[in-house]
């Protein structure tokens, strides 16, 4: 027998254990659900899985929230392909938000310098964690967790203070959030290029989802077939090694994490640019940036896995929340954090899955 | 026949995922002899004996005691049983005194209060007993090496145990060390204890052991008399095949001069203080100089220092005419050093990148191998296929394999085709054979050679004798950071070097960087 056994191929191997660590997080989501409230669990499990592809406008929703969180798996991923780890998406998040925002509001630019501006804030971000690492060894998840907290207060303290930022300023009450860019500067708004005719007048879609595939497109690049990718990953994997060679290790740690903030800020600003949703000042830090760390573990950190992985999460987010009537928003979060977690067992479902399949493989050799 | 056999190891089977690391060994073990165990890397000497320690349970076969069948669950089981071991790399608590060590995991309590006056006097009956000159009370972190190995030894014979094990106990010994620990166990053996002696060292087996049992490849090869054997027979039972002691090579013929190293200082990794002293010497084309001494007296740090790993604070250096004391490591490179490092996974590999990868690893930026920042695939591809024909390196899918998964010796292969494949003008090798078997040795002892003779300049660092006396063209004996002496391999002996090494002698002219 000459057949390969699929055990061979770790491509097939990869993709097989993401499915199944999934498959096994739904049905301990719905043991949950069945534990929370049995009678509707039925309908709680089938609105997580349904909803997303209920109607167009739902649909245009998953990719809507997709785009961001694919960007914030990105910046975790690519962080994490350097050897470093990026907790501090969120902040960065802030501040690429802020920056477009404050591009849109305040300085009435067009949607594409906003999100070259909410790069530079991401950027600019990244650089603490990524300079105190290199300079001084100072642990960059320590850094980074600080600088979430720093990004949030300062932001919400600057916008407290600009006045011509906040909704209350073009013609609405509340002064607890930023204007909503319809109003304040329409040419801001991230274009739909028709898709909303597409999608049933979906509000939600725009073409955030095509910039942030392109985005994992290159950085797929970038990593794979550049020498700037070569040099990264060999830092990332052995330090020691880099140097040998004459790789600027530091140097490289530094550009590692802009450009990981980078990713984070423009995924903030292809959120709230979208013009559906406002910021809203309250002294919580943002979970998109977090939800970026599970969206890279089970992509695996691969540029390309990530776009999969995004839009897998978006969906069941979305799904969640039309949960909502019959299960607390609380309950969803956990069965969406058990979904998630188990997701990110795709590793170590990886490891188990090659061996067994090894194994039949050896039996049928043998038969 | 009633031989009297203290330990019996009888048809014993350890299977891990993969391979058999023992296939059907027996090994007796009479008392009061010296049995070296001998056998290549991979071998399966380190299993047997943690088979015998109760560290790995056997699948098949007994192992008796006195003749009766013993179970050896756990190395407490070993210990009951008067089983110690002396192990390669000493567990030893660094922060401790010598006697707290010696003491540890059997400490006399009354009250809850430890017996030091007691446990100090056995110490050193036992240590006045044998020869074994420590200092109970020095921190194990301030003493030397070979006095750390008399810790080790004294725990043992603290603990009554009558059957002794050392894994490979000369490794990180001066010659005279070396005589020393074989007077030793000479005494043990006088005192009744039977000894089990693990090394690769032949020179070692037959000064000192009675009889030797040969491994190969988890396999049972043989027992024989040493007084019946030469060190030719036991190499080829230990290899297969014939193996080449000494390095074929013609006399060296220097010419000019590629490195002049003067007055270099470069700073510990350990602590505060320059670990290279003031180091003057020059190495020219087509010689291999050789740096001796004993491990941490600076060599690493030399080469550190040399190769631009670690800042020198002082002094200068110059490769072919030109003043790299403060060039980077890539110019360094550009400037034709090539530099086979000590640790190869630390620093020669990224383990995780495949062969094609680490084959580039100094040279993925030429324009040979990329384009516009791009990486020329298919010219990697083709590169390293060529380098893997010419050096033999062996792997299991070649330029795809993960380097973490090819053999110890073929990773070492692999920096060395890539060292010598830069045509350096300057070779620097530390300590290249470390932990390989003796074809590789062969191997890679027949390529530095072949590097002397195409005129280039190759520094070799080296704790091995053997490999220093057989390589080099010129040695240099560190200690303390200094050069304390330059000899000609052909008019010194291992002794002499021997009393450098240790600190003992010194010339007085040396490192002052006159070639003579």
């Not at chain 1, 089938?46 to 929703?61: E, H, P, R, V």
């Not at chain 1, 969906?315 to 979904?339: R, Y």
């Not at chain 2, 993969?18 to 009479?30: M, P, R, V, Y």
């Not at chain 2, 001494?293 to 790993?309: M, S």
Request: glycine share 10%; hydrophobic share 45%.
């Amino acid at each position: 027998m000459k057949k390969k056994s699929i055990g061979d191929n770790p491509a097939v191997v990869s993709i097989l254990a993401s499915i199944i660590s999934i498959v096994v997080g739904l049905l301990l989501g719905f043991i949950l659900l069945l534990i929370l409230n049995p009678s509707k669990a039925g309908i709680g499990i089938s609105a997580m899985l349904t909803t997303g592809f209920s109607s167009m406008d739902q649909f245009g929703k998953v990719l809507y929230q997709a785009a961001p969180l694919m960007l914030c798996g990105l910046s975790v991923g690519f962080a994490f392909k350097t050897g470093l780890f990026n907790i501090g998406a969120s902040g960065q998040y802030t501040m690429g938000a802020f920056f477009a925002l404050v591009g849109a509001i305040q300085f009435q630019l067009p949607w594409f310098v906003c999100l070259i501006l909410a790069m530079i804030g991401g950027g600019i971000w990244g650089i603490f964690p990524g300079l105190f690492k290199a300079k001084f060894n100072v642990n960059e998840v320590i850094t980074a967790i600080m600088f979430n907290w720093i990004a949030m207060f300062l932001v919400n303290l600057l916008l407290a203070n600009m006045p011509t930022m906040l909704a209350s300023a073009w013609g609405a009450s509340n002064s607890d959030r930023t204007a909503a860019l319809a109003k304040a500067n329409p040419a801001a708004v991230i274009p739909k290029a028709g898709l909303n005719k597409l999608f049933g007048n979906s509000s939600w879609i725009n073409i955030s989802v095509f910039i942030a595939i392109l985005v994992a497109i290159l950085i797929w690049f970038i990593l794979q077939k550049t020498t700037f990718g070569y040099e990264l990953k060999a830092c990332g994997m052995n330090k020691e090694a880099s140097r040998y060679a004459g790789i600027n290790a530091n140097r490289n740690i530094v550009l590692s994490m802009i450009i990981a903030g980078a990713l984070s800020g423009l995924g903030g600003g292809l959120y709230y640019l979208a013009g559906t949703i406002q910021y809203v000042l309250v002294k919580s830090i943002l979970a998109m940036g977090f939800n970026g760390i599970p969206v890279a573990l089970l992509a695996n950190s691969n540029p390309l896995g990530t776009i999969f992985s995004s839009l897998f999460i978006s969906f069941i987010q979305v799904g969640g929340s039309a949960m909502q009537p019959n299960f607390s928003s609380e309950a969803t979060d956990i069965v969406i954090a058990v979904i998630i977690y188990l997701a990110a067992f795709s590793l170590l479902m990886k490891m188990v899955l090659s061996n067994l399949l090894k194994r039949t493989g050896k039996e049928d050799k043998k038969a | 026949m009633a031989e009297d056999y203290v330990i019996e190891m009888l048809h014993i089977t350890k299977e891990f995922p993969g391979i058999k690391a023992n296939d059907d060994i027996t090994l007796q073990l009479k008392r009061g002899e010296i049995h070296a165990l001998l056998g290549e890397n991979g071998a399966g000497k380190s299993t047997l004996m943690s088979v015998l320690f109760g560290l790995y349970q056997p699948e098949k076969g007994v192992i008796k005691k006195d003749g009766k069948e013993v179970k050896i669950k756990d190395p407490n089981d070993a210990n009951r049983l008067n089983i110690g071991m002396v192990h390669q790399h000493f567990k030893l608590v660094e922060c401790f005194s010598v006697l707290d060590n010696i003491i540890l995991g059997v400490e006399d309590t009354k009250n809850g209060f430890l017996q030091y006056a007691a446990a100090r006097k056995k110490v050193v009956g036992l240590s006045e007993k044998y020869g074994l000159r420590v200092d109970p009370d020095a921190l194990i972190s301030d003493i030397s090496v070979g006095m750390q190995q008399r810790v080790e030894i004294l725990k043992m014979l603290y603990r009554d145990n009558e059957i002794l094990i050392f894994d490979e106990p000369t490794a990180v010994l001066t010659p005279q060390e070396i005589d020393e620990l074989m007077d030793i166990m000479r005494g043990f053996k006088k005192e009744g204890k039977s000894i089990l002696f693990i090394t690769h060292k032949l020179s070692e087996i037959m000064a000192v052991a009675d009889r030797c049992t040969v491994l190969r490849k988890g396999k049972y090869i043989g027992t024989v008399n040493i007084k019946d054997t030469t060190k030719e027979e036991l190499s080829k039972m230990m290899v297969g095949r014939d193996v080449q002691f000494s390095v074929d090579k013609k006399p060296a013929k220097p010419t000019d001069t590629i490195l002049s190293v003067r007055d270099l200082r470069v700073p510990s990794r350990t602590h505060n203080n320059d670990a290279v002293k003031g180091v003057s010497f020059d190495v020219r084309k087509g010689e291999i100089v050789c740096i001796a001494g004993i491990e941490g007296n600076g060599q690493t740090e030399l080469v550190y220092g040399l190769t631009g790993l670690t800042k020198s604070t002082g002094g200068t250096i110059t490769l072919d005419g030109k003043d790299i004391t403060h060039a980077s490591i890539r110019e360094r490179s550009k400037s034709g050093m090539s530099h086979i490092p000590e640790d190869r996974h630390k620093h020669g590999l990224v383990l995780d990148y495949s062969l094609e990868q680490n084959m580039v690893l100094q040279r993925y930026w030429e324009p040979k191998f990329s384009n516009r920042g791009i990486i020329r695939a298919d010219e990697v591809r083709k590169y390293a296929e060529k380098l893997i024909e010419r050096f033999d390196v062996r792997s299991g899918q070649g330029p795809i394999t993960i380097a973490r998964a090819m053999s110890g010796g073929n990773q070492q292969k692999a920096i060395i085709a890539r060292e010598i494949d830069k045509d350096p003008k300057l070779l620097i090798a530390v300590q290249p054979t470390r932990g390989l078997d003796v074809g590789a040795i062969e191997y890679i002892h027949s390529q530095l050679v072949a590097e002397r003779d195409k005129g280039h300049a190759v520094l070799l660092v080296s704790l091995e004798l053997d490999e220093v006396m057989n390589l080099s063209d010129r040695i240099l004996v560190m200690y303390e950071g200094e050069i304390v002496g330059e000899f000609d391999p052909k008019k010194v002996t291992v002794q002499e070097l021997g009393l450098y090494m240790a600190g003992a002698k010194k010339q007085s002219d040396a490192g002052k960087g006159a070639t003579k």
